[in-house]
């Protein structure tokens, strides 16, 4: 039996590019409708987030999570990589400003600590995979 393709979409910012590998979620689905966009970086402690063509409801909302974490964070109508500690961190988790509905998560960990290059005002592209 065939198994279901994952579903996927890349996030390039300035020269690094990470793959995302989506949940099941329905905030999810809103974002696969919304690519491709074009956004602007923003750093907050190691998270970066950007504002994205879309509206959802927080759906199973958390405040804590792993590092490689994708999220929605409804607010701000924006996306967010955590890839370390945030200014609102308890522990070395990163932790969200408010609930944020987790998309889906970074596909190489590896890349997570190139994220520290990305600094506020850098160009975002976020497009399906092909």
């Known amino acids: 039996m ?15 590019e990470l793959k995302v590998i989506l949940n099941e979620t329905s905030t999810a689905a809103k974002l696969i409708k ?13 998270e970066i987030y950007f504002s994205v063509p879309m509206d959802a409801d927080i759906e199973n909302g958390v405040e804590e999570v792993e590092s490689g ?14 890839f370390g500690r945030t200014p609102v961190s308890d522990g070395e988790k990163p932790r969200a400003a408010s609930p944020v509905t987790v998309v889906g998560s970074i596909a190489d960990k590896n890349v997570l600590k190139k994220l520290k290059e990305i600094k506020n005002g850098e160009k975002v592209y976020c497009r399906p995979v092909n």
């Open 2 to 16: 065939k198994q279901k393709q994952k579903k996927a979409v890349i996030i390039s910012l300035g020269s690094i």
């Open 34 to 46: 919304a690519l491709p966009f074009y956004s602007n970086a923003n750093r907050w402690g190691d």
């Open 69 to 82: 974490t994708v999220a929605f964070w409804p607010p701000g109508n924006a996306l967010c990589i955590f």
